[in-house]
């Protein structure tokens, strides 16, 4: 949650001509991991928890490409997107390991 509030935030900064482009795209993704990781949670079965983790790192992952592309346009600074970027190391790693402790303990669906 702290992720997507940071890059809600930072949003705000793009150029207004981006409204609707890379800031849709950005805080959608931003807005994907916290989501599928809590929907993904109250699933039944590991097998659908391990989806929407995957789901939930994937959105991860195209974030931290957007943010990217920000900062090489000149759109945002490193400097403002150093929180994001931590978290965004931090929930990766917890996400990997989350998902491979629910890929080697077996499933009940």
Excluded at 6 to 17: A, D, E, G, I, Y
Excluded at 22 to 49: C, D, F, H, M, Y
Excluded at 102 to 107: C, V
């Amino acid at each position: 949650m702290q992720l997507a509030e940071s890059v809600c935030r930072q949003s705000t900064s793009l150029p207004s001509v981006e409204r609707f482009g890379i800031r849709l795209q950005i805080t959608r993704a931003a807005i994907s991991v916290p989501s599928n990781i809590a929907e993904g949670w109250t699933r039944e079965s590991r097998k659908e928890k391990r989806q929407f983790l995957a789901i939930a790192h994937g959105s991860l992952s195209e974030l931290h490409t957007q943010l990217l592309l920000c900062l090489k346009l000149g759109w945002l600074t490193e400097r403002s997107l150093a929180d994001a970027m931590s978290l965004i190391v931090e929930i990766s790693k917890m996400l990997t390991s989350l998902r491979r402790q629910l890929r080697h303990t077996p499933t009940n669906s």
